[in-house]
C-alpha cells in the first residue's frame, strides 16, 4: 500500500506539472551504468516508474543470477548472509576465487539504527568489519558508561552513580551492585555520602570500594585539571580494561575529546558541567554521531543512503 500510495503522488506531482508547464517536454533517460540488466528488469517488475513505460537498458556486459533468500526476521537475513560471505571467503581461500576477500563485500540496511546489530551478528560469527565510523557514538553501551562517570564528577548526579554500579566498566559484579543497592536508602543517597561510607573488609565489598575510590580520585583531579586534560586522564583509566568488541576504548575515548575540541573552539572557558550537559542532550535526541576511528578493511555494513557511489564486488 505504501508503494502504491507513493507512485500515486509521483504520478500526480508530474500531471500537475505538465498541466502547469504545458510546453514541457518528458525526456526518459534509458541508459544505465552502474547496474545489469538483470538487475534492471527485477526493479522494474517489481516498482514500475510512474511517468514512463519505457525499460531502463543497461551498458554492462557483465550478468549474474539474482538470489533470493527468504528469513523469518531481519537478524536471520544478516545471519544468512555472513553465511554466504563465509563460503565466499572459504573459496577464495582454497584458490577457487583468489582476490574475494571481506572487503570485497557489502550488507547494505534501511536504518542506521540497524547497522550496529549487523556489525554484531558479523563480529560474533567472527567476520571482520571496517564501518566503525557508521556506528553511532551513544549507541555504544560503553560511551554511555563514560557519560555517566562525567555527569557524576561534575555534579554529583545520584541516578547516574546508581546505574554506573551495573556497567561493566565499572568493575562491580550484577549480584554485589544488586545487593548494595538493595542495601541502601535511596531517598538519602548521594555522591558525598557514597564516598564517605566506610570501606568494607568483606570480599563482596571489593568491587564497591574500588569504584568509589575511582571516582573520588576523578572528582578530585576534576578540580585542579583543565577539561581536555581530565577527559584525556579519565578517557585512559576508565577504558584501559575494556574488553575489545566493534569499538575500542581508546576510539569512543577519542570521540568525546573530538567534540569537546568543537565546543571549546565556540567556549574556550567551557567547564566540564556544560559540555555534559551538552553531551546529555545530544544522546537524549539521539543525534548521529560517528565513531572516530581509522579506516579498517573488513565487510562494509552501510545504509542504502550512505552507499551512494560506492562500488563493491557482492552486495546483499
Same mark, same amino acid.
Given at each position: 500500500?505504501?508503494?502504491?500510495?507513493?507512485?500515486?503522488?509521483?504520478?500526480?506531482?508530474?500531471?500537475?506539472?505538465?498541466?502547469?508547464?504545458?510546453?514541457?517536454?518528458?525526456?526518459?533517460?534509458?541508459?544505465?551504468?552502474?547496474?545489469?540488466?538483470?538487475?534492471?528488469?527485477?526493479?522494474?517488475?517489481?516498482?514500475?516508474?510512474?511517468?514512463?513505460?519505457?525499460?531502463?537498458?543497461?551498458?554492462?556486459?557483465?550478468?549474474?543470477?539474482?538470489?533470493?533468500?527468504?528469513?523469518?526476521?531481519?537478524?536471520?537475513?544478516?545471519?544468512?548472509?555472513?553465511?554466504?560471505?563465509?563460503?565466499?571467503?572459504?573459496?577464495?581461500?582454497?584458490?577457487?576465487?583468489?582476490?574475494?576477500?571481506?572487503?570485497?563485500?557489502?550488507?547494505?540496511?534501511?536504518?542506521?539504527?540497524?547497522?550496529?546489530?549487523?556489525?554484531?551478528?558479523?563480529?560474533?560469527?567472527?567476520?571482520?568489519?571496517?564501518?566503525?565510523?557508521?556506528?553511532?557514538?551513544?549507541?555504544?553501551?560503553?560511551?554511555?558508561?563514560?557519560?555517566?562517570?562525567?555527569?557524576?564528577? &561534575? +555534579?554529583?548526579?545520584?541516578?547516574?552513580?546508581? @546505574? $554506573?554500579?551495573? /556497567? !561493566?566498566?565499572?568493575?562491580?559484579? =550484577?549480584?554485589?551492585?544488586?545487593?548494595?543497592?538493595?542495601?541502601?536508602?535511596?531517598?538519602?543517597?548521594?555522591?558525598?555520602?557514597?564516598?564517605?561510607?566506610?570501606?568494607?573488609?568483606?570480599?563482596?565489598?571489593?568491587?564497591?570500594?574500588?569504584?568509589?575510590?575511582?571516582?573520588?580520585?576523578?572528582?578530585?583531579?576534576?578540580?585542579?585539571?583543565?577539561?581536555?586534560?581530565?577527559?584525556?586522564?579519565?578517557?585512559?583509566?576508565?577504558?584501559?580494561?575494556?574488553?575489545?568488541?566493534?569499538? &575500542? +576504548?581508546?576510539?569512543?575515548?577519542?570521540?568525546? @575529546? $573530538?567534540?569537546? /575540541? !568543537?565546543?571549546?573552539?565556540?567556549? =574556550?572557558?567551557?567547564?566540564?558541567?556544560?559540555?555534559?550537559?551538552?553531551?546529555?542532550?545530544?544522546?537524549?535526541?539521539?543525534?548521529?554521531?560517528?565513531?572516530?576511528?581509522?579506516?579498517?578493511?573488513?565487510?562494509?555494513?552501510?545504509?542504502?543512503?550512505?552507499?551512494?557511489?560506492?562500488?563493491?564486488?557482492?552486495?546483499?
Amino acid at each position: 500500500m505504501s508503494y502504491q500510495f507513493l507512485f500515486k503522488s509521483i504520478n500526480r506531482n508530474s500531471e500537475n506539472f505538465q498541466k502547469t508547464f504545458k510546453g514541457a517536454k518528458l525526456i526518459t533517460l534509458l541508459d544505465n551504468y552502474r547496474s545489469t540488466q538483470i538487475i534492471l528488469d527485477a526493479s522494474h517488475l517489481l516498482l514500475q516508474s510512474a511517468m514512463s513505460d519505457h525499460k531502463l537498458v543497461s551498458n554492462s556486459k557483465e550478468s549474474h543470477p539474482i538470489k533470493l533468500v527468504e528469513a523469518n526476521n531481519p537478524e536471520e537475513e544478516i545471519i544468512a548472509a555472513s553465511l554466504d560471505i563465509k563460503e565466499k571467503i572459504k573459496k577464495a581461500e582454497g584458490g577457487e576465487r583468489s582476490r574475494t576477500s571481506p572487503s570485497d563485500c557489502a550488507i547494505l540496511v534501511p536504518k542506521n539504527a540497524q547497522v550496529r546489530r549487523a556489525i554484531e551478528i558479523l563480529h560474533n560469527a567472527g567476520l571482520s568489519t571496517g564501518v566503525v565510523e557508521s556506528l553511532s557514538l551513544f549507541d555504544q553501551d560503553e560511551a554511555n558508561a563514560y557519560l555517566r562517570v562525567l555527569k557524576i564528577i &561534575s +555534579g554529583g548526579d545520584n541516578v547516574s552513580l546508581a @546505574l $554506573s554500579f551495573f /556497567d !561493566k566498566t565499572s568493575g562491580i559484579g =550484577p549480584m554485589e551492585a544488586s545487593r548494595f543497592i538493595v542495601g541502601e536508602y535511596m531517598r538519602d543517597f548521594s555522591f558525598d555520602k557514597f564516598l564517605n561510607k566506610p570501606v568494607k573488609l568483606l570480599p563482596d565489598g571489593i568491587g564497591i570500594d574500588k569504584w568509589a575510590a575511582k571516582l573520588a580520585k576523578w572528582k578530585k583531579k576534576s578540580e585542579s585539571q583543565d577539561i581536555k586534560t581530565l577527559l584525556q586522564t579519565v578517557g585512559t583509566e576508565f577504558f584501559a580494561k575494556m574488553e575489545t568488541g566493534l569499538v &575500542s +576504548g581508546q576510539e569512543i575515548s577519542d570521540t568525546f @575529546l $573530538s567534540l569537546l /575540541d !568543537k565546543e571549546l573552539e565556540k567556549k =574556550p572557558n567551557l567547564t566540564l558541567s556544560e559540555f555534559t550537559i551538552y553531551l546529555e542532550k545530544l544522546a537524549s535526541f539521539n543525534e548521529y554521531i560517528p565513531i572516530v576511528a581509522q579506516p579498517k578493511d573488513g565487510i562494509k555494513v552501510l545504509t542504502l543512503h550512505g552507499s551512494k557511489g560506492l562500488e563493491f564486488d557482492f552486495v546483499w
